[in-house]
């Protein structure tokens, strides 16, 4: 794969502006809010997590507000959604392909350091007819606090 997937470097609130310009939503104080937030967590945080965050700062945002405007930025490339089987979803601020592991006790998401290189992702080998995108790759265990409970 030679998809440069290279995080941007401007300043998050022009990059912002331009990604919802370019595709045709507005700038709003409520988006901003949320994607500055979602910038500087390493959290994972679910909807309702950003929404309790985003509400010291925004007092009178609502949850439904929060959820659209995090549907917003996925949709504008700034974000990225992960899913899991059980419906519930959560939100990451990099959108560059990028490991995570997951705690199956308590659900808190964490990145992993590395990234796979394209060696790795050969040695899946290749099925015949399906051109791979991307990847999506999740280890799942035990969190320290976890452990530690
Ligand atoms: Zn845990
Ligand atoms: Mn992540």
């Known amino acids: 794969m030679d998809v440069n997937y290279n995080q941007p470097a401007a300043e998050p609130e022009t990059l912002l502006r331009e990604a919802l310009e370019a595709n045709g939503q507005r700038f709003t104080e409520q988006r901003s809010a949320v994607y500055r937030y979602l910038r500087q967590t390493e959290d994972h945080p679910s909807a309702d997590d950003v ?28 974000a990225s959604k992960l899913t899991y ?42 099925l015949p007819g399906f051109s791979i995108e ?3 790759v999740e280890v799942v265990g035990t969190c320290r606090e976890c452990q530690e409970g």
Do not use: M, N, Q
């Open 51 to 78: 929404f309790t965050s985003v509400r010291g700062v925004i007092p009178d945002i609502s949850l439904a507000t929060v959820y659209k405007s995090l549907e917003t930025l996925v949709s504008c490339g700034l």
């Open 85 to 126: 089987g059980d419906g519930s979803a959560r939100y990451d601020g990099r959108t560059d392909p990028h490991p995570h592991a997951r705690c199956l006790t308590c659900g808190s998401v964490a990145d992993l350091p590395g990234v796979l290189d394209g060696e790795s992702l050969d040695r899946l080998g290749e």
């Open 134 to 136: 991307g990847y999506r």
